[in-house]
């Protein structure tokens, strides 16, 4: 189980996350939603290790690991897709696919994983992570790294940014596979309805806080309506 209790972080005199707890269980799929800058990144990159917070800890499985390094928290089984995935000039993607798995993985077992995040294998085992290529395809690379890592806490920070809407739903069903097949803890972060659709639990953050917290049936139908409120104009139901 991962706890997040009481995380608070404030830059430039601005609070970004303000006292947030949270408890994700093993085998059970998360999604954060909210605002564009409402701290969701931010509180993904204080999991992970990238960011410290101001006060409050981070438990996994009864162990603090507030203050563990990014590789520390890597080996306990937590891994990170970025919502801007980074490009690594001169390291192919069978390189960073081994990198992330810990082993050095045969071209066949890297062009499983590519072939299930819906790239032709063949043809981006060999490519540099270089500016070459597509955003899609640097974000499929992306979730690539963190299947190739078995984790048991994968969190993705907006799996849906650059990929086209035709093949999102199969990178969904990868999601809920990985989930169900793993018994592991999923956070996505996404503003897609396909994805809150999978969901066990709903976060809804707003300003840095939870505003609502519970089961898919409890919190989306509030989140569509406010959508559906905010596109026509009026947000009068709140
Ligand atoms: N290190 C930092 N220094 C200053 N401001 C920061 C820092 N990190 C995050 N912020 C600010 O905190 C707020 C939350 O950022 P965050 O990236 O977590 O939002 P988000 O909910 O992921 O938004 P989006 O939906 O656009 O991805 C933003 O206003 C951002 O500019
Ligand atoms: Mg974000």
């Known amino acids: 189980m991962l706890e997040i209790k009481d995380i608070c972080f404030k830059r430039n005199n601005k609070i970004i996350l303000d006292h947030i707890t949270l408890q994700l269980h093993d085998d059970k799929f998360y999604v954060i939603t909210g605002p564009n800058g409402s701290g969701k990144s931010t509180l993904a990159k204080i999991i992970m290790g990238l960011e410290q917070p101001d006060s409050g800890t981070i438990l996994l499985n009864g162990q603090d690991i507030t203050r563990k390094s990014v590789d520390e928290r890597a080996k306990m089984g937590l891994a990170f897709a ?49 500016a070459s290529l597509s955003g899609g395809e640097l974000k499929r690379i992306e979730i690539a790294t963190v ?31 990985l989930q169900q097949e793993n018994k592991i803890t999923t956070l996505v972060i996404s503003h897609q309805e396909r994805i809150l659709n999978i969901a066990d639990n709903i976060i809804l953050l707003e300003k840095g806080q939870i505003k609502k917290m519970g089961s898919k049936e409890d919190v989306l139908p509030n989140i569509l309506r406010k959508a559906k409120c905010c596109a026509k104009g009026s947000d009068k139901d709140e």
């Open 147 to 177: 299947l190739a890592r078995k984790p048991s806490v994968a969190i993705f920070d907006e799996p849906e940014a650059g990929i086209d809407l035709w093949s999102f739903q199969n990178l969904t069903n990868v999601f809920a596979k």
């Open 82 to 130: 970025f919502q801007q995935p980074v490009r690594f000039k001169g390291i192919t993607v069978l390189d960073l696919l081994s990198y992330a798995s810990n082993e050095k993985l045969d071209r066949q077992k890297a062009c499983a994983i590519l072939t299930k995040v819906g790239l032709c294998a063949k043809e981006y085992v060999d490519r540099e992570v270089n």
